[in-house]
């Protein structure tokens, strides 16, 4: 005897679209519950800063957006129990975020405290993030500062890299004074700093300066024609006549 079971093709039809709705609503569950989190861009963590510097680097921003909380407070129970290392990582995100009025304050701070010496680097990013804003007359500010530190150290590098910041910000006329200062403290210059110098004043059409640091130059390393290319050479000879 044969057994024959019935298919019920409206029951088919049903399960058919249950199991479409099921794979559907799945779908949809998926893309809700995607990680949106990898479209944000925090602050720079791990090596760079601590958690207690993130959450100071927030609270000074936010305070100084706000009336109810003052700067002062902040810098008293936050910024000022940090230890040094999270101090000048404070500094460095606030630099990194052009926050340069937060910065200078930082730095202000900073220079306070008894573990403190100068770092020519740090007044080269500081430089470099005030004059990228056009904050010039704190650019002049802070050079007058740095002169007036006391155990500057011979950091030929730092002495550099704060003179191509100067001069990218066409301040040729401090740059000048902070190869003097760089002197005066017993760092002597290479051919970098030279070469930072001359291209600056030739290309701000420096011309009485760049007589005085050829000169220089002339003492240190012959004609200063030697270390530079010879296109620059051509360059600075036709300026000059």
Not at 16 to 45: F, V
Not at 196 to 212: C, H, K, R
Request: aromatic share 8%.
């Amino acid at each position: 005897m044969s057994c024959f079971t019935r298919v019920n093709p409206v029951a088919v039809g049903v399960l058919h679209l249950n199991q479409m709705k099921y794979s559907s609503g799945r779908r949809m569950m998926m893309i809700t519950m995607r990680d949106r989190s990898k479209n944000r861009k925090p602050l720079q963590k791990g090596r760079s800063l601590s958690i207690e510097a993130i959450q100071t680097v927030q609270a000074l921003k936010r305070a100084s957006k706000s009336a109810e909380v003052s700067l002062e407070q902040v810098y008293d129970s936050k910024f000022r129990r940090l230890l040094k290392f999270d101090m000048i990582a404070v500094l460095r995100e606030l630099i990194r975020q052009n926050q340069c009025l937060l910065a200078l304050k930082v730095f202000e701070d900073v220079r306070k405290e008894e573990w403190y010496r100068p770092q020519l680097l740090l007044y080269a990013e500081m430089v470099a993030a005030l004059g990228s804003n056009g904050l010039l007359e704190n650019v002049k500010q802070l050079i007058i500062e740095l002169k007036a530190e006391t155990n500057v150290n011979p950091d030929l590098r730092g002495f550099n890299t704060l003179l191509e910041s100067l001069m990218g910000s066409n301040l040729t006329g401090l740059a000048v004074e902070c190869y003097y200062f760089m002197k005066s403290v017993s760092c002597d210059p290479d051919r970098q700093t030279f070469k930072i110098l001359i291209e600056g004043l030739t290309s701000n059409g420096e011309m009485d300066l760049l007589a005085v640091i050829q000169q220089e130059a002339h003492k240190f390393y012959g004609p200063f024609w030697d270390f530079i290319d010879e296109e620059e050479s051509e360059m600075i000879s036709t300026c000059k006549y």
